[in-house]
């Protein structure tokens, strides 16, 4: 199984960016795919994740900002983030999970970092 994410850079605060990552190896459709979020103070931090399901989550300081969105006919995650602010800044990091009552399988990118900076 492969996550591999893109779409990071530097960008001036108010600005967008679209994250992306390439899952291989599993059927998304099946899981629940999320972005999280690395600061040098706080384990890694759900950013938006959406369900097989189509339910979605936001953390707060990120609603009405950023849209996490799938593809699973490419098995493609995405995450549109406008208005960013300095405090978006990290390393963002894909995640594709599924549990059952038999069995649980996680899996990470290597992260995409972001810069929020004038």
């Known amino acids: 199984v492969q996550l591999v994410e893109s779409g990071g850079g530097l960008v001036q605060p108010g600005g967008s960016l679209r994250l992306s990552c390439a899952i291989s190896?599993?059927?998304?459709?099946?899981?629940?795919v999320g972005w999280y979020r690395q600061t040098p103070d706080t384990p890694r931090d759900l950013v938006a994740d959406l369900t097989s399901g189509g339910a979605t989550k936001y953390a707060d300081s990120v609603k009405g900002r950023f849209t996490i969105s799938r593809d699973n006919a490419k098995n493609m995650v995405y995450l549109q983030m406008n208005d960013l602010k300095p405090e978006d800044a990290g390393p963002y990091y894909c995640?594709?999970?599924?549990?059952?009552?038999?069995?649980?399988?996680?899996?990470w990118g290597q992260g995409t970092q972001v810069t929020v900076s004038s």
């Open positions: 995640n594709a999970e599924r549990v059952t009552t038999t069995s649980a399988n996680d899996y």
């Open positions: 190896g599993i059927d998304i459709s099946i899981y629940t």
